[in-house]
């Protein structure tokens, strides 16, 4: 029978740090069943978790743990390994890697969401670092869904990129993601060698802030799909201003 874990959901949102779970435990050899292998009761628990109504904010949090009820129920030895947070984030992984399920667009979508809702209670700035440690509970749930929303865009999720370029807006009072120059390229040209969010290709407005070898450099890590090679060399969070070679 399937049980309700909307809460548990919300609390791993909201206190546990995002990141890569290695655990005992084989998703190929346990799959996620896919919409044409649901048992009558998973299809309608499926189809009432949707729901037409309201905002995915409203609707997202039920469709996921509706989701992860499934797979637990079919999967009873799942609960034997790791702790529900380490089996939670593993399960959200094994989705994004390519398992067709209704909560695939909640999962990559939610952190997004979920920033829009507690960027006002955070003081602290993402430009492709974090500008300092979290000191609250909303500014570590803020690093968490940014962190979240890395991984996703590491799986190859273009959708997760074109969010973390909407949510960067410096004229915003209330921005907490300010691309550093040479991140919100590589952002940019992974779009555009994806083909999707064809309005963010443009990079002329950033060219001038960053010198040749570093074009170079990112241009290289897009096309190898190496994200961390430029993230874990993009300078400390600062203003803009131009540079020369």
Not at 3 to 22: D, E, L, P, R, Y
Request: proline fraction near 6%.
């Amino acid at each position: 029978m399937l049980i309700n874990i909307i809460s548990f959901v919300i609390f791993i949102h909201t206190n546990a740090a995002f990141g890569a779970v290695k655990l005992d435990w084989s998703f190929a050899d346990h799959p996620h069943p896919d919409e044409t292998n649901l048992t009558a009761e998973e299809r309608t628990a499926t189809f009432l978790s949707i729901g037409w109504r309201g905002k995915p904010t409203d609707f997202c949090p039920n469709v996921i743990s509706v989701q992860f009820e499934i797979y637990n129920d079919r999967y009873p030895g799942f609960a034997e390994i790791g702790t529900e947070e380490e089996r939670f984030k593993a399960w959200k992984i094994h989705i994004v890697e390519g398992t067709y399920d209704k909560s695939l667009d909640c999962i990559v979508g939610e952190p997004f969401m979920k920033i829009l809702d507690v960027r006002r209670e955070v003081e602290l700035v993402f430009c492709g670092v974090f500008s300092r440690q979290p000191i609250s509970q909303s500014e570590k749930a803020f690093v968490n869904l940014v962190v979240e929303m890395l991984d996703y865009m590491k799986l190859g999720i273009g959708s997760v990129i074109g969010d973390l370029i909407i949510l960067h807006k410096p004229d915003d009072p209330y921005v907490r993601v300010n691309l550093n120059p040479d991140v919100e390229y590589l952002f940019r040209k992974s779009l555009k060698l994806m083909d999707i969010y064809e309005g963010h290709f443009n990079t002329d407005h950033l060219e001038p802030h960053l010198t040749k070898q570093r074009m170079d450099f990112i241009d290289a890590a897009v096309q190898n799909r190496d994200f961390d090679a430029v993230l874990d060399t993009t300078p400390p969070c600062k203003d803009r201003s131009p540079v020369k070679d």
